[in-house]
């Protein structure tokens, strides 16, 4: 009990000094538990969702993985209602036509209304069963070919309303619609475009055909339970059909959206993993320099008879109120973390309703248990190093002890740490392919992190005294100064760089990567592409005939070349089957995209039931040129083409493609399984670029899910992909980068308590305050920039690597974005001359006589 009541008032008279510890727990706890809200709250809305609108029984075709590639869903016969509403145990069947291979336009000024978000589009027939998921909130639902119903959501982020027209663009065909109602999520609308159109519009604008439907729903009758309708169903229309329980549509509802979730979930946590990591050097500082600083208390408590074991269970008891206290407030920050999350995603079409939030019990458990655990075993070596403190240390001034024997052996093993990390990542480069050499690289990555931060204090000697050479001397006395100050403890200085090392190193690698990625795309494009326009929709869905059509009316076109994707089933020499995308494309495809090849002709791949495969596949499947392949398309009847072509695997464009002319893939299908385009590739004739240019523009004005792109503008639209996803994941290291920020904060802060003596003395013999100020400020940007220099080399040394194992991929060229790098490391001074601010303001402020006089 002493020791606790010892513990707990020196965590209230030192509250001050862990207060920056505090709100690092508090951070990373946040995003742990933020994390973990938003997800679980947008499962649980899916759920209610799903759980909503599923029927009791779904009777919808097999799946057959060839939708997309025609534009039209699967369908089952009209003819089945007949026989559904027959049945004894079903109350209502109600027919479905949905599809999400459309594009809604506003017809005032041609402009798309699907969501820029990525999420899908989709139109359905309105059926009484609509009202489990929406309400009319205004307006009526449609009684007729011309009207629609539309989500509240979409016509809000696009001013329309009652009245306004509609073009609902889909493969069987183009027509309009007038919006009739307006209907309202009564759970979220999940980022969709959704309209409602009468049951026969839906049939013959998404179907192309009145006898068929995309499924049924029904309904069982009284004492009838799901499982026992279904074996009913089963029995009466045989197994040519897929028959689901609402619970297994609701199953495959969650599974949909569960691997998206998921990646998001534990892309989120670990980001929050690098931000836990960061802080552990902040909380080892700051019960480091507390122990450190409090070395005559404590002997003179173990002079008074307190065991090593009693001052080490002091230090650890401060830990977990620390723990404690930072992680009820990060569970609190994290659900307001969670609300901020579901407001985002509210301007990006996902509603969530924030009445609704899903704190599960595991949540709060999870956050403190994380917040205690890691506050505990950082202060664990303080704690030790503690409880060593000798009685006689009552007698001595309070200072930190040097590193000695202990520094020399942690030295040795941080250089024999990055050693066996530099040697696993030179074996990562060198393994010829992503799969060999990925888990080196993983290696090689996660052993020089940790061996650098072993070998930190080590650095801190070379490292500060280079930067120091370069920043500080322009300074001075006050520069030589906050030089020495800055190497008066290395472990402190290595520890405190160490956390900004981790963020900045993280970024310079994923930069490096992502200029290699844009470079190597642009010289493939540059050495492969030879059309002049690539013409592809901005959606997942492929081009309607009406808009290939629309395509091949521009003039100014010497060529056109289709590209269209066929699921096929491939029997190989090997005696194994395999289910590959085929591409079905032009014969002039061989001319606009220039592929190598090791043995063959591309031209000839295009040949009458001919076709290529690419090295890997061929060496797998000991294929050889001339060998006649059963390939099956999905669909349609078995074709024996013939290998004209082994292309090489040595690109990023169409990395591993097998291809075939693309009416050799039609003729073995039939006519409603024929493949639309993809995209096409549009060549000019030369010196007529830009009237093709214009006349293509003219020619698909009326498809606002297409963009007509050069070259220039491909490439442009690679580059924005790429700079996207490097935004998002530098946001996400932001919170890493921030508590890093906070440890450099909390070092000078502690420093300039434990120097409260030596600044006394300095002002007294002539030091003045803008002086005091300057020098700490600078020993501040010599710490910050230490971490920058260790982390731009450690991350520009993971990018080099990484691009030499992705090389095989198609990465094939090194670029390192020098502006980047330059300008991380000018930002980290700035950063670092920030975080100076308020510990030298509160050093200038200090009493010189009271200064001296402190123990």
């Not at 007949?82 to 079903?90: D, I, S, V």
């Not at 402009?111 to 205004?138: C, H, L, M, Q, Y």
């Not at 000695?404 to 040697?423: F, K």
């Not at 940007?781 to 991350?795: E, H, R, T, Y």
């Amino acid at each position: 009990m002493t020791v606790l009541k010892t513990s707990v008032r020196n965590f209230l008279a030192h509250k001050g000094r862990m207060a920056l510890s505090m709100i690092a727990v508090l951070l990373s706890v946040a995003f742990v538990c933020g994390t973990l809200v938003f997800t679980d709250t947008m499962t649980a809305t899916f759920d209610r969702l799903f759980g909503s609108t599923a029927s009791d029984v779904t009777i919808s075709a097999k799946e057959v993985d060839n939708a997309q590639k025609t534009g039209v869903p699967d369908s089952v016969p009209a003819s089945l209602q007949r026989t559904l509403t027959r049945l004894p145990g079903a109350a209502a069947s109600v027919p479905d036509v949905t599809s999400e291979y459309v594009t809604v336009a506003d017809a005032k000024n041609n402009k798309s209304i699907s969501p820029s978000s990525g999420a899908p589009t989709f139109v359905s027939n309105w059926d009484p069963t609509e009202t489990r998921a929406v309400d009319i909130s205004s307006g009526h639902p449609p009684r007729g070919p011309a009207e629609a119903v539309l989500d509240a959501d979409t016509a809000g982020k696009h001013h329309l309303g009652l009245g306004d027209t509609l073009r609902i663009i889909a493969a069987p065909g183009d027509f309009d619609v007038t919006v009739s109602g307006i209907a309202t999520f009564k759970t979220t609308n999940p980022g969709a475009a959704v309209i409602y159109v009468d049951t026969a519009t839906a049939q013959t604008g998404l179907l192309g055909r009145t006898d068929a439907y995309t499924g049924f729903g029904l309904t069982a009758a009284k004492g009838v339970t799901d499982e026992q309708l279904q074996s009913a169903v089963k029995a009466a229309i045989g197994g040519g059909y897929t028959v689901d329980t609402a619970a297994e549509t609701k199953k495959k509802g969650q599974d949909d959206v569960g691997g998206f979730l998921n990646f998001m979930k534990y892309a989120m946590l670990g980001f929050a993993g690098i931000s836990v990591l960061v802080g552990v050097f902040l909380i080892v500082n700051t019960f480091s320099m507390l122990v450190a600083q409090r070395t005559r208390e404590i002997g003179l408590m173990r002079a008074l008879g307190s065991s090593r074991r009693q001052v080490n269970r002091s230090v650890l008891i401060e830990a977990v109120l620390l723990g404690v206290t930072g992680s009820v407030l990060g569970i609190g920050g994290g659900i307001g973390l969670a609300v901020g999350l579901m407001k985002l995603m509210g301007k990006a079409g996902m509603h969530l309703d924030t009445s609704q939030l899903t704190i599960r019990a595991t949540t709060p458990v999870v956050g403190l248990a994380i917040g205690v655990v890691v506050t505990v075993i950082s202060a664990y070596i303080p704690a030790r190093r503690a409880g060593k403190i000798s009685p006689m240390a009552a007698l001595r001034d309070a200072g930190t002890p040097a590193d000695g024997r202990a520094g020399r052996i942690r030295a040795a093993i941080g250089v024999l740490v990055s050693a066996a990390g530099a040697l696993a990542l030179a074996g990562a480069g060198q393994a010829g392919g992503a799969s060999a050499g990925g888990g080196l690289l993983g290696l090689g990555v996660l052993l020089t992190l940790i061996g650098f931060v072993i070998v930190g204090p080590l650095l801190a000697g070379a490292i500060v005294t280079a930067v120091s050479a370069v920043v500080l001397r322009f300074f001075g006395p006050v520069g030589r100064l906050a030089e020495r100050n800055a190497l008066r403890n290395p472990r402190r200085t290595g520890a405190t760089a160490s956390a900004l090392m981790i963020g900045l190193a993280l970024v310079a690698g994923m930069s490096v990567v992502a200029s290699s990625m844009v470079a190597s795309a642009d010289d493939q494009l540059d050495k492969s592409v030879g059309a002049d326009f690539i013409l592809q929709p901005d959606g997942q869905q492929p081009l309607t005939p009406a808009l290939v059509t629309a395509i091949k009316s521009a003039s100014h076109i010497e060529h056109f070349t289709e590209y269209a994707g066929v699921s096929a089933r491939i029997s190989n020499p090997d005696g194994t089957t395999s289910t590959k995308q085929l591409s079905a494309v032009s014969p002039s495809y061989a001319d606009d995209l220039r592929l190598k090849t090791v043995e063959g002709r591309l031209t000839d791949a295009y040949a009458k039931d001919a076709m290529s495969v690419n090295e890997g596949y061929a060496k797998d499947h000991g294929i050889a040129i001339g060998d006649e392949l059963t390939v099956t398309m999905i669909g349609g009847r078995p074709a024996r083409l013939t290998v004209n072509a082994i292309t090489s695997d040595d690109t990023a464009v169409d990395h591993g493609a097998l291809y075939t002319d693309i009416a050799t893939a039609r003729r073995y299908l039939p006519a409603d399984r024929q493949p639309l385009d993809l995209f096409v590739f549009a060549k000019a004739v030369d010196g007529e670029q830009k009237q093709a240019a214009a006349s293509l523009a003219a020619a698909v004005k009326d498809y606002p899910q297409l963009t007509v792109r050069d070259q220039s503008d491909y490439k442009e639209l690679i580059h924005k992909q790429v700079n996207q996803l490097l935004y998002m994941i530098y946001a996400l290291l932001g919170l890493a980068i921030i508590v890093a920020v906070l440890g450099v904060v909390n070092t000078l802060a502690l420093s300039v308590v434990e120097r409260t003596r030596e600044i006394g003395l300095l002002r007294a013999i002539g030091m003045s305050r803008r002086q005091l100020r300057r020098m700490i400020r600078l020993e501040s940007v010599v710490i910050a920039l230490f971490g920058a220099v260790v982390g731009l080399g450690l991350g520009l040394g993971w990018g080099a690597t990484g691009q030499q194992v992705l090389a095989s991929q198609g990465l094939g060229i090194l670029r390192v974005p020098w502006s980047t790098i330059v300008t991380v490391f000018i930002a980290s001074a700035v950063v670092g001359l920030l975080a100076a601010l308020l510990p030298a303001f509160r050093a200038a402020r200090m009493n010189v006589l009271n200064a001296i006089a402190t123990d």
